[in-house]
């Protein structure tokens, strides 16, 4: 018999036959990062990987949105006080570590907008089926921050060089059908369409060769894990860097505002 699952406070954890679903649980603020949810996610990958109930795994949010990214307040607090940021840095690599060494298939049910952090989570997912009213992008740089903690990894494996550097450079959104199209995501469909889609996805999954498609999966993530050993590194150093300087300050303070950022280091003309 299956061990009982664990209880968090950001995170809502459902086992249903050999599906395991992690649902990030705060639908009152678009699912964004606190403190706490990156703790817990920092946490949940890894017992997802020792659950013995589960084969497949879902990752989703509650509500409206996927994952709206970082909590507006988490990020003023860590602007205020950079060496806060640093720990959440190390947890980033902490979660796409436990990621990318989980040998179930982990599917992504891209329910609603995907921002930032909440755009890496979905990426890292093996596969993304994403409903048609969701959009997705990584705008580090519109908060005067380095897209150090997974996107300057993921976006070119899955998109290519020169259309990732394009939407992490600008920070663009992007729609869920125009993701499909490039092949950021797997599938863009209809919201009323989306569960039966995982559902079905999840079913042909559970009905195949267990060790034949996690041994399959390990193969695949094997050179991005190898390229995750020194990108993530130097790109959690860009990033703490980053979040010293008066364009991150700037960029909070904007957005705290509802105002566009006037970034000290951009050469007015």
């Not at 976006?155 to 920070?171: D, S």
């Not at 703490?240 to 303070?253: C, F, I, L, N």
């Amino acid at each position: 018999m299956a061990k009982q699952l664990p209880q968090y406070e950001t995170l809502a954890l459902t086992r249903e036959g050999r599906r395991l679903t992690i649902t990030m649980n705060m639908p009152e603020s678009m699912n964004a990062v606190n403190a706490l949810m990156h703790e817990e996610l920092a946490e949940v990958f890894t017992v997802a990987a020792m659950d013995e109930g589960s084969d497949v795994i879902v990752l989703t949010g509650a509500g409206k949105a996927f994952s709206a990214g970082g909590n507006l307040d988490h990020l003023a607090n860590n602007a205020a006080n950079p060496h806060l940021f640093e720990k959440d840095l190390q947890q980033a690599k902490r979660i796409l570590g436990a990621i990318l060494d989980l040998e179930k298939p982990l599917i992504c049910r891209m329910n609603g907008h995907a921002v930032g952090l909440g755009a890496t989570l979905a990426l890292f997912c093996d596969i993304i089926y994403a409903s048609e009213k969701a959009k997705i992008g990584d705008p580090h740089v519109a908060l005067g921050l380095v897209a150090g903690d997974g996107g300057a990894l993921i976006w070119p494996q899955r998109i290519g060089l020169t259309l990732a550097k394009e939407f992490l450079l600008t920070g663009e959104l992007l729609s869920a059908q125009r993701a499909a199209e490039i092949g950021l995501v797997n599938k863009c469909l209809p919201a009323e369409e989306l569960d039966a889609a995982v559902d079905a996805l999840c079913e042909k999954l559970l009905n195949g060769a267990q060790n034949a498609i996690r041994w399959t999966k390990v193969l695949t993530n094997m050179e991005l894990k190898r390229m995750a050993s020194s990108v993530l590194e130097a790109g959690i150093a860009y990033e703490a860097v980053s979040v010293r300087t008066p364009d991150h300050q700037e960029g909070v303070k904007a957005l705290q505002e509802k105002r566009a950022p006037v970034f000290p280091s951009s050469r007015k003309s």
